[in-house]
């Protein structure tokens, strides 16, 4: 079956820039998106089709696009921003996957 | 403003079903369709399915086709979904998100034990 790979773990100091990487053989030809989850809390999409951001996301989020790969890039990290990230496309057949979750520490 | 409400929390025994309700509001219901998400404790991110809230169209995740079955009552802009011959595994936190994804329900937790 399809997968989306994702590292486990990224740390960055406050204000330093985070970026994860996300990686599956259809992302030439399906949209990524990323999700934002906090503890406890629901995933928020903070970017989608590859790179547009939601309305009320924060413009330090941004999305990229480069064959088998799409990267989520948080500029000038704040503690906030500590959460896990999930990045998501879809199959050949329209069926949703999610890559397995990469938790951001701020240190 | 776009809202997706749950319904609460349900503890059942293994081979039960669970029904879990979605009311959407803030826009209009069949405009969009309804994905369903679940989270098993301390793990990822899983894909359940998708409906289509306009005609009804479904497309299920492959592991789970033979359990699940997605309905929507337009009457009341509520989605469901219905989970049948439950086990341990499938002890999660279940959200609805309005397709593709932009507002989510709050999660309904669902607890499989004897």
Known sequence: SYELTQPPSVSVSPGQTARIICSGDELPKQYGYWYQQKSGQAPVLVIF????????IPERFSGSSSGTTVTLTISGVQAEDEADYYCQS?????NWVFGGGTKLSVL | QVQLVQSGAEVKKPGASVKVSCKASGYPFTSSGISWVRQAPGQGLEWMGWMST????TKYAQKLQDRITMTADTSTSTAYMELRSLISD???IYYCARSP????GQGTLVIVSS
Do not use: F
Request: proline share 4%; charged share 30%; no cysteine.
């Open chain 1, 49 to 56: 089709n590859d790179s547009e951001r939601p309305s009320g």
């Open chain 1, 90 to 94: 879809a199959d050949r057949s329209g």
């Open chain 2, 54 to 57: 306009y005609n009804g169209n």
């Open chain 2, 90 to 92: 499938d002890t999660a």
């Open chain 2, 101 to 104: 994804a932009d507002y989510w």
